[in-house]
């Protein structure tokens, strides 16, 4: 994937970036990106752009769930709903959770201000996740719950029930 053998002759070659002219600079970016890099975009930010790209071609990029949170979250603060942005799912006290790991069945219960899981009170499901698996995973992942939809709902009219 790489055409950089050593780490060390990549993080070189984007130490020289901002010696490099604005043609060359702008050469690396054609030759990266497959395109002429925008006439409005400044140095400072075609040096930041190349390196990333050529860190990309090294290492790998974003994964497609990391580009797709990234996209909703653009979405969401050019709409102004950054409220919504980091909202968990809304699971209603008493709902039982299960997830099979490794054999085990786990059984956790959603409570009004946690959650319980073994016998024991835990804040977040990332915590029982954790102690499940001994590595850290991300609560609502691990237990196949989805975020809320950060759509808005549709429009209701009010009546006046006089």
Same mark, same amino acid.
């Given at each position: 994937?790489?055409?950089?053998? /050593?780490?060390?002759?990549? *993080? ?18 054609? $030759? ?6 925008? &006439? ?7 040096? #930041? =752009?190349? =390196?990333?790209?050529?860190?990309? &071609? ?8 990391? &580009? #797709?949170?990234?996209?909703?979250? =653009? *979405? ?11 909202? =968990?799912? #809304?699971? $209603? ?12 069945? /786990? ?38 719950? $989805? #975020?809320?939809?950060? $759509? &808005? ?5 009010? /009546?006046? /029930?006089?």
């Amino acid at each position: 994937m790489s055409s950089y053998p /050593h780490r060390e002759t990549l *993080e070189a070659e984007i130490a020289r970036l901002p010696d490099l002219g604005l043609d060359e600079l702008r050469a690396r970016w054609r $030759k990266l990106y497959g395109a002429a890099a925008p &006439k409005f975009f400044r140095r400072e930010l075609l040096v #930041r =752009a190349v =390196a990333y790209q050529m860190q990309v &071609k090294a290492y790998g990029g974003l994964s497609p769930a990391t &580009k #797709r949170r990234l996209r909703e979250i =653009a *979405e969401a603060v050019r709409n102004g709903n950054e409220d919504d942005l980091f909202s =968990a799912p #809304r699971i $209603k006290p008493g709902t039982q959770l299960l997830r099979v790991w490794q054999d085990e069945t /786990h059984r956790v219960t959603v409570l009004p201000d946690g959650f319980e899981w073994s016998g024991t009170r835990f804040s977040s499901l990332s915590a029982i996740a954790r102690e499940i698996t001994g590595t850290n995973w991300n609560g609502y992942a691990f237990f196949g719950l $989805k #975020r809320r939809s950060r $759509k &808005k709902p549709p429009a209701t009219l009010e /009546h006046d /029930h006089a």
